[in-house]
Structures are given as C-alpha cells and as structure tokens.
T-cell receptor
Framework: GEDVEQSLFLSVREGDSSVINCTYT??????LYWYKQEPGAGLQLLTY?????DMKQDQRLTVLLNKKDKHLSLRIADTQTGDSAIYFC???????FGTGTSLTVIP | GAVVSQHPSWVICKSGTSVKIECRSL??????MFWYRQFPKQSLMLMAT?????????EQGVEKDKFLINHASLTLSTLTVTSAHPEDSSFYIC???????????????FGSGTRLTVV
C-alpha cells in the first residue's frame, strides 16, 4: 500500500503560522485531503487539493502541493488555541492516512 | 451536509463478551462504509470496507471472524467485536461517502468514533 508520512509533533505560539508537512508515495492520487481530529472525536475534513493545482487557499488554510517531490503541506495562518488537534493528510482513496501531526498551540 | 452517526461513543465490556458498534449515514445513502481502528497517538488503520448487500472486504491481518461487519442497508453498517479481549481496546471509527466513487472534493464523512475498553 501507499506510504504517507508526517512529522509527529508541532508546537507554535498563538498568532503565529503553523506548517504541517506530508509526503506520499502514490503518484496516481487525484485528490489529497487534510483532516483534523480533536481529542476523542472523529475526523473532520478541513480541505483538499486537486492534483493539477499547486496551491489552494481557504480562509486561514493554505495547501501547497509539490507533485514532483510528492510533498503536501498545510499552512494555518494566525494559529489559535482551538487549532490544537491532530492533523492527518490522506490520499484520494483515503484508505491510507498519514501518521498524524499533533499540533499544540501555546497561548 | 453529509452526517454520519456512530454509536455508542464509548463502551466498557468484560473480556469474552461481544460488542456491536453502529455507523449510520443520516442524510445520504452510502453503498460503501469503512471501518478504522486507531491506537493511542497513532494513525488510522483501515480494517475493512463494508459494501451494502455483500460481504465486507478485510485488510490483511484483520480477523474477519473476530470483527464481524454487516452492511444490511444503505444507511447502516455494524461492526461487532466478538469475544473481546483487552488487546481489542481501541478507538474505532467509521466513514462513509455519498458517492460510489471517491472522485471529487467531497471526501468521506467520519463518525465521531467509539472508544472500546475491554476489562
């Protein structure tokens, strides 16, 4: 199956930007997704990017896709304490999730 | 929007008993639902794909006799953990898509998860 990898932890100060990175191996994915999981809860779809795009902006969220390097990133501008959660990237089929990045926002 | 309800949110059971977890799509029909297992501080692992009206497709290493999946209608899939043991304690999450294919930015809608503790 596909390998989807993420850094495990990220800590930022409130108001700063957060950048969460993801690398994947399946180049056939047409869509790539970002999900947010709060403690003890299911996953919430945050945003997605189509594979023929390099960038997608959605309010405070910016997704960058480097298809050549198979690298995906999620930038959260003006990070708030409510953004503290685990963030997962996933490929089109969403069978394979990244390892998850635990974001901690320090007030 | 698409809503998936998962029940119960948490359950504690004695070792050797069976537990049933329900996953319902409330406002759409889901021909396919997925069951995941998540260990603490780890990612989601796909356990099986549940297809309405047919047998579930299990991922390698998942015991089909232990984790019984039934998808009897277009809005309901159930996962039964049979003869549960402490090592089955985990967070179980289901997901469903309103579309037969995975195309598009809809993604899948996830249930809120079930925390199973076997004592």
């Amino acid at each position: 199956g596909e390998d989807v990898e993420q850094s495990l932890f990220l800590s930022v100060r409130e108001g700063d930007s957060s950048v969460i990175n993801c690398t994947y191996t399946d180049s056939s994915s047409t869509y790539l997704y970002w999900y947010k999981q709060e403690p003890g809860a299911g996953l919430q779809l945050l945003t997605y990017i189509f594979s023929n795009m390099d960038m997608k902006q959605d309010q405070r969220l910016t997704v960058l896709l480097n298809k050549k390097d198979k690298h995906l990133s999620l930038r959260i501008a003006d990070t708030q304490t409510g953004d503290s959660a685990i963030y997962f990237c996933a490929d089109q089929n969403q069978f394979y999730f990244g390892t998850g990045t635990s974001l901690t926002v320090i007030p | 929007g698409a809503v998936v309800s998962q029940h119960p949110s948490w359950v504690i059971c004695k070792s050797g008993t069976s537990v049933k977890i329900e996953c319902r799509s409330l406002d759409f029909q889901a021909t396919t639902m997925f069951w995941y297992r998540q260990f603490p501080k780890q990612s989601l692992m796909l356990m099986a794909t549940s297809n309405e009206g047919s047998k579930a497709t299990y991922e390698q290493g998942v015991e089909k006799d232990k984790f019984l999946i039934n998808h009897a209608s277009l809005t309901l899939s159930t996962l039964t953990v049979t003869s549960a043991h402490p090592e089955d304690s985990s967070f179980y999450i289901c997901s469903a898509s309103r579309d037969r294919a995975t195309w598009g930015g809809n993604g899948y809608t996830f249930g809120s998860g079930t925390r199973l503790t076997v004592v």
